[in-house]
């Protein structure tokens, strides 16, 4: 074998082995231990949408409610610091998909409360049946409560976000409250996925 050819081979060898480097995340890796991204709901410009309207982007699901008076907007406010991080052509590879999963989130209600975090951020609802479904694939716990309250009813539920890649598989499980250091590499990282 030539010199070039030896030069060559041991070229391609290294690059492949660079472009198979596994990925060390930060949040719990789940790749494939959860349902791939599915549903159907409407969104908040009112237009029936399913997983295939967001594909070939990162999707970042999570569920709360936008009368949420800590985990949500604590949560989004994190996830919008997190995107901001990223540059422009990196932001414009990812969603956040925000399910409303109180019976008073209103497409337009969750329109109105995804634009405080950004662009990224698109508020999901749909039939209480809808949502039972979709929080039961997900594994998703929330508790819609009588309250002794003047807004009648009060809501409990988990602050886990899926990470879905662009073929809408699952990916991550992230939490609000990793540093967001953490949560921007591994963003970066889930948009470095071809």
Known sequence: M???KKTLFISILILSACTSKKIEWHSQDVS??????????????????NAQTFKDKVN??????????????MT???LAQTIQKLD???????????VGIDPRDTPAR?????????????GLTGT????????????????????NSMQGNELTHSSIIY???????????????????HLVEDVRNLISIL
């Open 88 to 98: 422009a052509s990196e932001r414009a590879q990812i969603n956040v998909l925000f």
């Open 60 to 73: 970042l699901l999570f569920f709360g409610f936008a009368d949420c008076p800590h985990i949500c907007p």
């Open 128 to 147: 209480q049946e809808n949502l039972k479904a979709l929080s039961k694939k997900y594994l998703v716990t929330y508790d819609l409560a009588q309250s």
């Open 76 to 78: 989004l406010d994190v």
């Open 110 to 122: 969750l329109k109105e409360y995804t634009q405080r975090f950004g662009p990224e951020f698109i």
């Open 32 to 49: 494939g231990a959860i349902p791939i991204l599915e549903f159907n709901l409407t969104a908040e410009t009112g237009k029936e949408v």
């Open 163 to 181: 990470a879905f890649d662009r073929e809408g598989k699952s990916k991550l499980l992230m939490r609000g409250d990793q540093p967001k250091e």
């Open 2 to 4: 030539s010199l070039i």
